[in-house]
């Protein structure tokens, strides 16, 4: 290779994740200033429903994060103070967040080596008879195993919320990830699929719980802001409950209505890439990238690889090893109570937890990566290590 083709190769750097926007997002926006509606409204019910049908569950609600959708699965689940929460340490800090909005308290358990989520078993061992619910995650897209989740919990009386921020495209099951639960919550941060710059979805199948959310979101107003704007005469609005400012613009629905369109594109684009991963690293000892679970598939959101103890490089040094070649990768995800807002949280020892969080990067991936890119990023994986 010429030193000349080398810093080159130095100076474009591969970005971990890049969203994929184009043209028709820029109309769809023009389209909603240019109609003078850009709050909650025509398109904000256009996306829910276009969301329902794509996820295949009876009732959507957009939001404006993922993080306030846990907020109102929680209080429309009837959790409060005095209940515990199962989760899992092993995600973005707003599932154990989440729980303490209610006034509950988070209780911390570990999850399976293979695919980062939590099982029964690993719930069972923490629950106790103020368990109220649980938010098990499909981390980084990865599907849970919610049925086998939810033949254990459902008997306690124990509400599921699946946290399916990172999990559009996937499936379990042959359905929609999601498409079982009672209630899940999506995320539309540009660190996920699909995006609305930012934003999110609760999704149920009860009617009342849907019907409660779309007021909670609204300062829990008896009349939507929409209602009020389409007759001449408003009627009188009352404020029944304390409620929320949780709700999504049209600007954001019309950029996820596009999105929503594109994502069978994406995600068949991101497996093609990700089985490509997963041939270079099957002849590579020492790394494993974690993939479909036998009961689903993976959007692969986040394309993780675990380096195992054999492999000489820990996970640091693998960073830095990419890092020389110009590849941006990412820490694995987080363990929550490390970090000092949850650090004094009573726990069962999270063996799993600790190794996932501390061995796993996420590799670049992305909808308009080049082979030449994926390309690098192979031969710099390969050449960390040739035993
Ligand atoms: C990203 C993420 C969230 C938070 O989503 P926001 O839309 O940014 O609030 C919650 N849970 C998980 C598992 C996530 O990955």
Known sequence: MSLDHLAEQQLTRINVMQPWLGEEEVAAVSEVLRSGWVAQGPRVA????????SQQVAHAVALSSCTTALHLALVVAGVGPGDEVVVPSFSFVATTNAPTYVGATPVFADVDP???????????????????????VDQGGVPLDLRAIRAWCDPLGITVVEDAACAAGSTAHGRPTGSEAEIATWSFHPRKLLTTGEGGMLTTSRADWAARARRLREHAMSVSAADRHASLLAPPESFDEVGFNFRMTDLQAAVGLVQLGRLPEMVARRRELAARYADAVAAMPGLRLVGDPAWGTTNYQSCWLEVLPEHPMDREQMMEHLAAAGISARRGIMAAHRQPAHADRPHVPLPVTERLTDATLVLPLFHQMTDAEHQRVCDALASAWRP
Not at 46 to 53: H, K, Q, R, V
Not at 114 to 136: K, M, Q, S, W, Y
Request: glycine share 4%.
């Open 46 to 53: 256009e996306f829910e429903a276009a969301f329902a049908a």
């Open 114 to 136: 293979v695919t980062g989520n939590l099982t029964a078993a690993t719930i069972a061992t923490v629950v106790t008879p103020r368990t109220r619910a649980v938010i098990a």
